[in-house]
């Protein structure tokens, strides 16, 4: 899923992961916050079929994130995200949601448990990474 290098920073401990990678009813994502605010860059193996917006994981890498969200929330999603880089605070915080009302490929609601974290990406990408279940 993450490059080599990265596996070894944190390995190393140069970088904290606090989100679990592994569940087989969770997945893992990861958006943008630098180039294509709110995109998704990667997504575990697992994505599509733990997470039924999206048909197979291609569809879902470069789709903004806000796909799987309800209308009134994907509307000011990217607001939300823009408002978060200009508090100009790296930290490895995990934010915890128990419950979110995202949407599947059908547009029906459906309940989430999500949590996030700040992660930077090598020196060249910054973003957020988020387990959902």
Not at 8 to 18: P, R
Request: proline share 4%; glycine share 6%; hydrophobic share 45%.
């Amino acid at each position: 899923m993450f490059p080599r290098n990265i596996g070894a920073q944190i390995k190393s401990g140069l970088i904290k992961n606090n989100i679990p990678l592994y569940a087989e009813d969770s997945a893992a994502v990861y958006i943008s916050m630098l180039s294509d605010i709110g995109n998704v860059v990667k997504v575990s193996k697992n994505f599509s079929e733990v997470i039924p917006t999206v048909a197979s994981n291609s569809e879902a890498i470069g789709k903004n994130i806000k796909f799987m969200m309800c209308e009134d929330i994907a509307e000011i999603h990217d607001t939300i995200l823009i408002h978060s880089l200009e508090k100009k605070e790296m930290n490895q915080q995990i934010i915890y949601f128990p419950i979110l009302v995202g949407k599947n490929l059908q547009g029906w609601s459906m309940p989430l448990e999500v949590k996030l974290q700040k992660y930077m990406f090598g020196t060249s990408e910054f973003g957020a990474c988020g387990w959902i279940k």
